[in-house]
C-alpha cells in the first residue's frame, strides 16, 4: 500500500541533511577562499625570497672579486698581468652588471605573471562563490519545500484530511 505524502521521520531527515548540505556549502567557500589566497601568497613569498637569495649571492661575488681588487692595488704589482687582471675585473663587474639587470628583468616579468594569476584566482573566487551561493539557495529551497511538506503531513496527520 502506497503512502500519501512521505513518513515524517524521513522528512525531518531530509531536512537536517539539506542544513547540513548548507552548511558545506560555506566550509567549501571559505576553504576554496583560502587555498587559493594561499597559492597566490606563496608564490609571492617564494619568488621574493628567490630574489633575496639571487641578490644575495651576486654581492657575494662582487665583493669577493672587489677585495681582490683591492689586495691586488695595495700591492707593488705592476705589468703586462697586472693590467690583464685589472681589465678582467672590470670585465667581471660589467658581466655581474648584466647578471643582475637580467635577474631584475626576468623578475619583474614573473611579478607580471603572478599578478595576473592572482587577478585570474580572485576571477575564479568570485565565479565559484556566485556558482557556491547559487547552490546554496537551491539547498534552501529544497529544505524548504521538505519542511512545508512535514509541516503538511503533520497538520493532516492531526487534523485529518477532508474531503470535498
Given at each position: 500500500m502506497g503512502m500519501l505524502g512521505a513518513e515524517l521521520g524521513q522528512m525531518r531527515q531530509l531536512s537536517a541533511q539539506m542544513n547540513r548540505t548548507t552548511n558545506r556549502i560555506a566550509t567549501a567557500q571559505t576553504s576554496t577562499n583560502k587555498t587559493t589566497n594561499q597559492v597566490v601568497t606563496g608564490v609571492q613569498n617564494d619568488a621574493q625570497t628567490a630574489?633575496?637569495?639571487?641578490?644575495?649571492?651576486?654581492?657575494?661575488?662582487?665583493?669577493?672579486v672587489s677585495e681582490a681588487v683591492s689586495?691586488?692595488?695595495?700591492?707593488?704589482?705592476?705589468?703586462?698581468?697586472?693590467?690583464?687582471f685589472m681589465s678582467a675585473a672590470n670585465d667581471f663587474q660589467q658581466h655581474m652588471n648584466?647578471?643582475?639587470?637580467?635577474?631584475?628583468?626576468?623578475?619583474?616579468?614573473?611579478?607580471?605573471?603572478i599578478n595576473q594569476m592572482a587577478q585570474a584566482i580572485e576571477e575564479y573566487q568570485a565565479s565559484f562563490s556566485t556558482a557556491l551561493t547559487n547552490a546554496q539557495t537551491s539547498t534552501e529551497s529544497m529544505r524548504q519545500a521538505v519542511d512545508s511538506q512535514t509541516n503538511e503531513l503533520d497538520r493532516v496527520m492531526n487534523t485529518g484530511l477532508t474531503a470535498g
Open positions: 630574489m633575496s637569495r639571487i641578490d644575495s649571492a651576486l654581492a657575494d661575488l662582487t665583493s669577493s689586495t691586488a692595488q695595495g700591492t707593488s704589482w705592476v705589468g703586462a698581468n697586472n693590467q690583464r648584466n647578471a643582475d639587470q637580467a635577474t631584475r628583468d626576468a623578475f619583474q616579468k614573473f611579478q607580471k605573471s
